[in-house]
């Protein structure tokens, strides 16, 4: 994947990746959970691991194969529009390509623990403001 220096240029190619993955996530989601009827969220476990098989195989064909603009369409656009599982999963695993095991085990667990952590916390926020939405 291309460096993570700011360039504005990259910004269009980044948006409609994402407006594609966002889209295809919806769809590939939705259609796997009505056909699965399962009390599992299987769309989403889904989604999440062909989000990290593509960005495994992008990153490998597209480095130093194809332009910055591009490479951030199909990676960081569509793949972090699809899911952003897909660029969790590539940034722990170049930490563990590194060297860099205690970093490594660091994100994966202050990420699962966080984000669960603040979702929490959010729906708890908003409970303890808002008024129960009627059914």
């Not at 993570?4 to 990259?10: K, L, M, R």
């Not at 959010?122 to 008024?131: H, I, M």
């Amino acid at each position: 994947m291309p460096q993570s220096t700011f360039h504005a240029s990259y910004l269009l190619p980044v948006a409609i990746g994402s407006a594609l993955g966002g889209v295809a996530r919806y769809a590939m989601t939705t259609i796997v959970n009505d056909r699965a009827n399962a009390a599992f969220p299987v769309g989403t476990l889904a989604v999440n691991v062909l989000g990290c098989l593509m960005i495994g195989i992008l990153v490998q064909l597209l480095t130093g194969r194809m332009s910055p603009a591009v490479q951030l369409l199909l990676t960081t656009g569509f793949c972090g529009g699809f899911t952003t599982f897909s660029t969790f999963s590539f940034e722990s695993i170049e930490l563990v390509q590194a060297g860099l095991w205690q970093r490594a085990v660091a994100y994966v667990l202050l990420s699962v623990a966080g984000g669960l952590g603040a979702f929490w916390l959010g729906q708890t926020l908003v409970r303890g403001t808002t008024s129960p939405t009627p059914t």
